[in-house]
């Protein structure tokens, strides 16, 4: 049986990566707000949504945390109407992404209070540890 | 420097105190267990630099960007708690072995 501490330390840490990889998404999503296709009427870029899965850690059977996958978002793109873009189709619509910037900023600030509450965890924990180590000095 | 911890402990003679002790004739079972705590000490050592050289090659790796913010701060800190563990369990073996010294004969 591992030590609980250093699991917990351990699962934290598989916290951050997960939120890290969120907070990844997040800025794609931002970042291609506005990219529209190359050629007449294609799809533009199509909005990224992580999930978590819950891992089991078989050394110390420890619940990890991990990314499950990495699925688009299927609700339909944004038509706008501006006949001189490249991307444009016939009558004159070009498909813009389906990123809404409300939604990117509410999501990264969850992913933010998210990081922060695993680096408390990883706080808590090492202080225990250090503290339980401070027992054999005095 | 740590393996200055593992180093100098076993000069200390652990052999020698408990075989003064083996005279009283009562002492037969502490003999194994301080030749094993020593092997302990030893095993402490080891394990204490191995972990601090992990985390210097995960701290150069970081470096380069090959491993994430995240690793190069679990390896460190994991160093940092081992190095605190192996100094604190040397303090007590030297404060004991200073006991031993100071008893008045």
Redesign the interface.
């Known amino acids: 049986m591992a030590d609980p501490l250093l699991s917990s ?2 699962i934290a ?1 598989s916290g ?2 997960a939120q ?1 990889t969120r907070m990844r998404i997040v800025s794609e999503n931002i970042a291609n707000a506005q990219t529209t296709g190359t050629t007449p009427g294609s799809d533009p870029y199509q909005r990224k949504m992580v999930s978590f899965q819950s891992e089991l850690d078989r050394v110390s059977g420890a619940q990890m945390v991990s990314v499950d996958k990495v699925g688009r978002d299927d609700t339909p793109f944004i038509l706008e109407s501006d006949p001189g873009n490249p991307a444009a189709n016939a009558d004159g619509y070009v498909k813009m992404p389906n990123v809404r910037m409300l939604v990117e900023m509410a999501d990264m600030r969850e992913a933010n209070r998210s990081y922060e509450a695993n680096i408390q965890v990883v706080k808590q924990a ?1 202080e225990i ?2 503290m339980t ?2 027992l ?2 005095s | 420097m740590i393996p200055a911890i593992g180093a100098s402990l076993p000069r200390i003679q652990t052999g020698s105190v408990d075989a003064g002790l083996a005279t009283t004739g009562a002492t037969a079972a502490p003999q194994g267990a301080g030749a094993d705590f020593s092997a302990v000490l030893s095993q402490i050592a080891k394990d204490a630099v191995t972990t601090v050289q992990s985390a210097e090659a995960t701290s150069i790796r970081g470096i380069n960007g090959q491993a994430t913010t995240q690793a190069v701060v679990e390896a460190v800190m994991e160093a940092e708690r081992t190095l605190q563990t192996a100094v604190s369990i040397r303090d007590k073996a030297v404060s004991a072995y200073m006991e031993l010294s100071r008893m008045a004969i």
């Open positions: 330390l351990k840490a951050l990566q890290s090492r540890i250090n180590i401070d054999l000095r």
